[in-house]
T-cell receptor, first 119, second 116 residues
Framework: AQSVTQPDIHITVSEGASLELRCNYS??????LFWYVQSPGQGLQLLLK??????LVQGIKGFEAEFKRSQSSFNLRKPSVHWSDAAEYFC?????????????????FGTGTQLKVEL | NAGVMQNPRHLVRRRGQEARLRCSPMKGHSHVYWYRQLPEEGLKFMVY????????ESGMPKERFSAEFPKEGPSILRIQQVVRGDSAAYFC??????????????FGPGTRLTVL
């Protein structure tokens, strides 16, 4: 069964510092990979996604993520964090295009990483 | 173009009552997913529906939970005889189509259910 692990439950960084959030997955094939951000009381917003091709993907708000097949990882990075980035971040996987399942595109999420930004 | 709408945003029920959660997908979207987020956990898939059809309900608890997406109107997630363990945030997501390409899911703001 597929699973997503986000080993860091909480991370605190200073504003302006760099950020890396870790994500590892377990899946039968290379899945589609996603990072979502959830602000308090809000729904989820897609930051970026990886389907295939270039393993470094750029997203919104200055975020990027790198897919490493050998490590089954998809870590999220940002060179300089802003106070407004404080939120919860979720890594998720979805079935790849070449798997035809009746389940549509249901996503499997990690447990999230809560990011706190110190001014 | 309005996003995914969910109502109510907050719902309080006493044990044994029924909870009805509504989700209106984005315009032009015919696929709806429901996810549940328990406290301190990630979102977990519950059910995937298309208009008038349940496609995958593998994440739905076997009892008390049901979902529908009628031809007209919003998708409804119904929880009968709620228990304290049902307290969670319930998120709906919609996507435009499935086909053979990946279609992004757009999430609503969620309904936070509290069972007293």
């Amino acid at each position: 069964a597929q699973s997503v692990t986000q080993p860091d439950i909480h991370i605190t960084v200073s504003e302006g510092a760099s950020l890396e959030l870790r994500c590892n997955y377990s899946y039968g094939a290379t899945p589609y990979l996603f990072w979502y951000v959830q602000s308090p009381g809000q729904g989820l917003q897609l930051l970026l996604k990886y389907f295939s091709g270039d393993t470094l993907v750029q997203g919104i708000k200055g975020f990027e993520a790198e897919f490493k097949r050998s490590q089954s990882s998809f870590n999220l990075r940002k060179p300089s964090v802003h106070w407004s980035d404080a939120a919860e971040y979720f890594c998720a996987v979805g079935p790849p295009r070449n798997i035809l399942t009746g389940g549509g595109n249901k996503l499997t999420f990690g447990t999230g990483t809560q990011l706190k930004v110190e001014l | 173009n309005a996003g995914v709408m969910q109502n109510p945003r907050h719902l309080v029920r006493r044990r044994g009552q029924e909870a009805r959660l509504r989700c209106s997908p984005m315009k032009g979207h015919s696929h709806v997913y429901w996810y549940r987020q328990l406290p301190e956990e990630g979102l977990k898939f519950m059910v995937y529906l298309q208009k008038e059809n349940i496609i995958d309900e593998s994440g739905m608890p076997k009892e008390r939970f049901s979902a529908e997406f009628p031809k007209e109107g919003p998708s409804i997630l119904r929880i009968q005889q709620v228990v304290r363990g049902d307290s969670a945030a319930y998120f709906c997501a919609s996507s435009p189509s499935r086909d053979f390409s990946y279609n992004e899911q757009f999430f609503g703001p969620g309904t936070r259910l509290t069972v007293l």
